[in-house]
């Protein structure tokens, strides 16, 4: 099915396939401090209640409602973290600050600044009149017990790490982070920091899938280069699938001679696709290698720095969130303006790399081209927060056409008067 006769698969079949072979790694148990990022493996529940006891809103008087305005002895006063070792009988009134638990007797809570301070400080004016359980955050008001605050699934962020830390939990069940193997095919390729010799250039698709990977949320095993040998190619896609949940290569993937990725992701697994309808990145191989017992992606990308990026971000990606347990794990999809107009490529959809801004005037999102799309040019990815979708067709797409686009970074801010 590899070579040139393969016929072009279509971008959103290729998602299916490769979303079909990615399983979600079996989860851990990690420590809320390392949790960030991760998604939940099993639902977490509320054994206690919050507040575990009624507990003041507010800094003030705790009273019996029932008393209404007037004055009162101050008969104790209980601080955020203590208990109260009184009871405030009707008549009395015990000074409170926020958080802190209700004294037995009182129903109610009424705010310092609805009362004053009387001569001697051993008693105090209370000028509102409080309903029962006014300003008190009644047992479970927050967080009810047995209720399930976070569901299966859910990606953990500040608040999820807040919720569980409020309940008192300090390890969760997650899945793991993916191990994601990195190698560049090619003699040409010289590590930065190098010289370069006749003939050479400098390897940027590592560099650059290991911060991508990284960005979201891999952990990087650095498989470094190697030439366009069948030999070293073997030992090294061994390793990669040995050692990591999923492998990247890039390059060796197009038609010349010394191309020998995909016949040999052939040999060790089986090869899924290997040609795909899409600008840039036709070459873009996806292939599972099993390797003691468990099932290994590989993703041979093309050699040319923005290809390699692009089908990273496409296919990659989601592939990368489902092992970690992600239940949607598909780029965000948004609707964008065009800034100037776009020239469509009659034979394949384009992923035209762009810079997404938010225009307050135009009341939506714009998309500014980066030029020039060639796939060695790297500088096309420069600054690109979003891939716009351009169907195939015929001659130009008007500036102002609404494009869905797919987020692959952060929108950023553009200074207000622009905005
Ligand atoms: P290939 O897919 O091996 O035919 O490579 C396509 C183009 O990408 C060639 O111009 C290569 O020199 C270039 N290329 C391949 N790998 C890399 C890399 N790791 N970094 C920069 N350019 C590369
Ligand atoms: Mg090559």
Not at 271 to 298: I, N, S
Request: glycine share 12%; charged share 20%.
């Amino acid at each position: 099915m590899v070579g040139s006769s393969e016929p072009l698969l279509e971008v959103e079949e290729a998602l299916r396939i490769v979303l079909a072979q990615a399983v979600p790694l079996v989860p851990v148990w990690v420590s809320l401090s390392a949790a960030r990022g991760h998604i939940l493996a099993a639902a977490v529940t509320a054994a206690q209640p919050l507040p575990p006891f009624p507990a003041s809103v507010k800094d003030g008087y705790a009273v019996v409602a029932a008393d209404g305005p007037g004055d009162y002895p101050v008969i104790g006063a209980v601080t955020a973290g203590r208990v109260a070792g009184f009871t405030v009988k009707p008549g009395t009134v015990a000074y409170i600050t926020t958080g802190a638990p209700l004294p037995a007797g009182a129903d109610a809570v009424v705010m310092v600044e609805e009362t004053e301070a009387l001569p001697g400080e051993q008693s105090v004016r209370v000028r509102a009149r409080v309903v029962s359980g006014a300003d008190v955050r009644p047992i479970g008001y927050d967080v009810a017990a047995g209720q399930e605050v976070l569901a299966a699934g859910t990606r953990l962020g500040a608040a999820e790490i807040g919720l569980l830390a409020t309940l008192g939990i300090s390890t969760v069940l997650v899945y793991p982070q993916p191990r994601v193997a990195l190698l560049s095919t090619g003699d040409e390729l010289v590590a930065a920091g190098a010289r370069l010799g006749p003939g050479q250039i400098y390897d940027s698709n590592r560099p650059a899938l290991a911060a991508a990977v990284e960005a979201m949320g891999g952990v990087v095993v650095d498989l470094g280069m190697v030439g366009d040998t069948r030999a070293a190619l073997v030992e090294a896609v061994e390793r990669g699938v040995e050692e990591a949940d999923l492998l990247l290569t890039s390059g060796g993937v197009s038609l010349g001679e010394l191309d020998l990725l995909k016949p040999l992701l052939g040999e060790l697994g089986v090869v899924h696709f290997g040609r795909l309808r899409m600008k840039p990145g036709k070459p873009c191989t996806f292939a599972t290698v099993e390797r003691a017992g468990r099932r290994r992606l590989v993703f041979a990308l093309p050699g040319n720095p923005a290809s390699s990026l692009v089908t990273f971000y496409l296919l990659g990606v989601p592939a990368l969130r489902r092992l970690a347990g992600w239940v949607h794990p598909q780029l965000v999809r948004v609707q964008v303006c065009l800034e100037e107009a776009l020239r469509l490529d009659p034979e394949r959809p384009e992923y035209h790399r762009v810079v997404v801004r938010w225009e307050t005037s135009r009341g939506g999102l714009v998309a500014a081209s980066t030029g020039n799309q060639a796939s060695s040019r790297l500088l096309s990815l420069r600054s690109a927060n979003a891939l716009l979708e351009l169907p195939r067709g015929e001659g130009l797409l008007a500036a102002g056409s609404s494009v869905s686009a797919l987020l692959i970074g952060d929108l950023v801010s553009f200074p207000l008067s622009e905005g």
